[in-house]
């Protein structure tokens, strides 16, 4: 350790004048004035508030839509498009979930967070009793009925 000594004085002032040229900031200790907020202060944009609430109602919409599934979920492939609705959906709430974390808005981060649960349940509901966990078994894969009958031939037509 041969460094020269540090010339403090020179660093200090240093620091001085780069914490000038940023201006008047308002002290640790002190509150801002009286006419201003802390959340005001912040201007929020627009297209920020406008995406929180598209994720959100996104989300909400598909959780709706999920009991009201028109096709037969039991097994194979239409119970997988379930689940890959079922996550969208996850991913739709946890979307919304962030947005409205981070801009601020609590009604929509309490409609996401409910979005989540509702669709945690909804899948749980299928898979669980696939894997054994609930008391009623179901299958992931729809069983094989066989082949599939040959069509029966159409007598030939007669001619007159």
């Not at 601020?104 to 967070?113: D, E, N, P, V």
Request: overall charge positive; hydrophobic content about 50%; aromatic content about 8%.
């Amino acid at each position: 350790m041969n460094q020269p000594p540090r010339n403090w004085d020179k660093e200090l002032a240093d620091i001085d004048r780069v914490i000038e040229k940023q201006g008047p900031t308002v002290p640790a200790g002190r509150a801002p004035p009286a006419g201003a907020s802390p959340a005001a202060s912040v201007p929020v944009a627009k297209r920020s508030v406008a995406l929180t609430w598209f994720w959100t109602s996104l989300a909400l919409a598909l959780a709706v839509a999920l009991p009201l599934w028109p096709y037969d979920r039991t097994c194979g492939l239409r119970l997988a498009f379930f689940l890959g609705a079922t996550a969208i959906t996850l991913l739709a709430g946890f979307l919304g979930a962030l947005a409205s974390w981070a801009h601020r808005r609590g009604f929509a981060h309490l409609l996401s967070l409910t979005v989540l649960i509702w669709s945690l349940v909804v899948a749980a509901s299928e898979v669980l009793p696939r894997i054994g966990y609930a008391k009623e078994a179901r299958a992931w894969l729809c069983a094989d009925s066989g082949p599939a009958p040959a069509p029966a031939k159409a007598p030939a037509p007669t001619t007159p």
